[in-house]
């Protein structure tokens, strides 16, 4: 275990915080920064060898338990899987409820002291067997303390956003099991803020997570917030026939701007940048930062006449995740003519990495890592799967120093991603460490907590 390497790096930093108030009120503001880097160097540090502690943990008692997978430990409490069922298991390696006889096909991390399952029924129906999909709230002993709802938002915390399984409105459900009031319209709660609309006619409202409204205006449409951010069509028009959008805060302050053209919608920032869908239908998608009052198109120096925005768009993009974009578009190089492949932008709007640059297929960054299917330069294709760095050099590596190779691979999340082997003319699941070391597998049933760890 790795508990003495954290605690002597956690006795650093009061020493640290306090150079660095020093520093900042002497005016030093170079050494001030050269500190502060030093706090962020450290705890990163922490964060990792605290994850890799909880993966060190989760494979000993999958082991010990005989699971094919173990989610990730909350409030002391993790989800596992073996060949029958899904099980609820402490961190101290004990099963505190099996779920064998529920049709579990999914389930969500314990927040405020409760957690969502998903099941899946079928139903033998006149007119032929239905499937009914439902979400229920479970307490930390793993029994039911909600009623059943259609649908739950699985992105959020508490209070998740809900749909009762007989009615088409929406409401907010606590971690305590009780509702809200209802809704027509209404986003997931993110940084402690929802937009709602009891009816159509209804004005859009913001509001808090106890209920209270923060503001209320006339909008087209609105977005579920991100990085203090939400990105709605305020439904008016320039006098120039551009669609005036509006980003605002979450205490209820806007900033309008206006772009070039009219996109369909814009998804609200991560990592600062925004993603612009100006075609769904024809696959069309743009970057913008906003700075100010203005909406920068990244790679905006990147003219393309033959598109109707007037700027170079892709053909899928996905949001940034650690300072990179994955994005898809045709003739990336005059290598590539012709062929669609997929490839890393930076915020600049410009392909990224100097190891490799484009792919048949990869995985958007996460845990400072990313899955990748390489071209090969002989075929133009490739069947394998590697992790890359976010500079593009591979990150999982064999005992040669070679890329490890698998036949698929998903990205990591809390120091774990699921892999596949081929292995005796069958394919295996497994979960390996950031150093490609083997942990717990999945010989049966397997599981997954929606990040696929």
């Known amino acids: 275990m790795r508990c003495l390497e954290i605690t002597t790096k956690l006795l650093k930093l009061p020493k640290l915080f306090a150079e660095f108030d020093d520093n900042f009120e002497a005016g030093r503001i170079g050494k001030a920064m050269e500190k502060y880097r030093n706090i962020q160097s450290e ?53 505190i409820k099996d779920f064998r006889d529920q049709p579990i096909t999914g389930v969500g991390k314990f ?42 938002d699985e992105d959020s915390d508490p ?21 809200s009031q209802y809704y027509l319209i209404a986003t997931p709660f993110r940084d402690d803020r929802a937009w709602v ?77 925004c993603q612009i869908v100006f075609s769904e239908q024809d696959s069309e998608y743009l970057y913008g930062e906003l700075v100010g009052a203005e909406m920068r198109i990244l790679g905006g120096i990147e003219a393309d006449f033959d598109s109707p925005t007037g700027f170079k768009t892709f053909e899928e993009a996905e949001d940034f995740s650690e300072g990179l974009a994955l994005v898809e578009s045709v003739n990336l190089s005059a290598d590539y003519t012709g062929n669609y492949y997929k490839y890393f932008i930076n915020r600049n709007g410009f ?31 490739t069947d394998s799967w590697i992790y890359i760095d976010t500079s593009g050099k591979p990150a999982v590596l064999d005992s040669d ?11 990591f999340a809390d120091g774990v991603a699921k892999v596949a082997d081929l292995e005796d003319g069958a ?12 942990l717990f597998g999945q010989s049966g049933r397997g599981g997954k907590d929606r990040n696929g760890n």
Do not use: C
């Open 351 to 381: 392909p990224a990495l100097n190891h490799f640059r484009a792919f048949i297929d990869a995985r958007s960054f996460s845990d400072g890592m990313a899955a990748v299917r390489p071209i090969d330069p002989e075929t133009n294709m």
């Open 111 to 152: 927040r405020q002291g409760s957690a969502w399952i998903h099941t899946s029924f079928e139903m033998e129906e006149w007119i032929g067997t239905s499937r009914t999909d439902n979400y229920q709230l479970i307490d930390r002993e793993g029994e039911p303390i909600s009623e059943r709802f259609r649908y739950l």
């Open 401 to 411: 120093g070679r890329p490890k190779v698998f036949a698929n691979a998903w990205s």
């Open 427 to 438: 394919y295996t699941d497994y979960y390996i460490d950031k150093n490609g070391k083997r």
């Open 43 to 95: 705890m990163t540090e922490i964060i990792e060898l605290a994850d890799l502690n909880q993966v060190l943990i989760r494979d000993r008692i999958a082991k010990q338990l005989g699971l094919n997978w173990l989610g990730k430990f909350h409030e002391g409490l993790a989800f596992g899987t073996n060949d029958e069922s899904y099980l609820l298991v402490s961190s101290q390696g004990e099963i």
């Open 197 to 273: 609309a009891e009816t159509i006619n209804d004005n859009f409202k913001l509001i808090d997570t106890s209920g209270n409204v923060i503001t209320e205006d006339i909008l087209e449409n609105v977005s579920p917030f991100s990085e203090g951010i939400s990105i709605v069509d305020t439904g008016s028009f320039d006098d120039r026939g551009r669609s005036i959008w509006a980003a605002v805060s979450t205490d209820g302050s806007k900033v309008e701007f206006t772009l070039p053209f009219n996109p369909e919608s814009i998804n609200p920032p991560h990592n600062g940048i």
């Open 159 to 179: 209070p998740y956003l809900v749909s009762p399984l007989e009615s088409g409105r929406l409401t907010f459900l606590d971690s305590d099991g009780k509702t």
